[in-house]
Nanobody, 133 residues
Framework: EVKLVESGGGLVQAGGSLRLSCAAS????????IGWFRQAPGKEREGLSC????????NYVDSVKGRFTVSSDNAKKTVYLEMNSLKPEDTAVYYC??????????????????????????WGQGTQVTVSS
């Protein structure tokens, strides 16, 4: 059974930083793309970033590029999202998701599939991030 568990959320002042973790189990870690998404109250789920485990390459949407960084610890089967220069509009529940293969985070496809979160098959329960002004 594939299981994803997010952690690391909390309350932070604007301009501060947080590191989120996505711990995976029940899957061949290197064979899956991991995506990060968020959902604010009253808004649709928004794709932020993804990483292809087979080559370690990551992609980002424009709203977080330069502020957020994805990394992976393959031995721990854990993907991290480092968030810097946080803004109040970053307040949301943050989710990680997994999809088999190496297609969804290719340069030519990443934005497309980050805009279609329902295409990812496996999801965690989310972790709350609140940024105060």
């Amino acid at each position: 059974e594939v299981k994803l568990v997010e952690s690391g959320g909390g309350l932070v002042q604007a301009g501060g930083s947080l590191r989120l973790s996505c711990a995976a189990s029940g899957l061949a870690f290197n064979d899956y793309v991991i995506g990060w998404f968020r959902q604010a109250p009253g808004k649709e789920r928004e794709g932020l970033s993804c990483i292809t485990k087979s080559n370690g390459k990551a992609n980002y949407v424009d709203s977080v590029k330069g502020r957020f960084t994805v990394s992976s610890d393959n031995a721990k089967k854990t993907v991290y999202l480092e968030m810097n220069s946080l803004k109040p509009e970053d307040t949301a529940v943050y989710y990680c998701a997994a999809e088999y293969g190496n297609t969804y985070c290719r340069d030519e496809y990443a934005r497309r599939y980050l805009s279609q979160p329902d295409e990812y098959d496996y999801w965690g329960q989310g972790t709350q991030v609140t940024v105060s002004s």
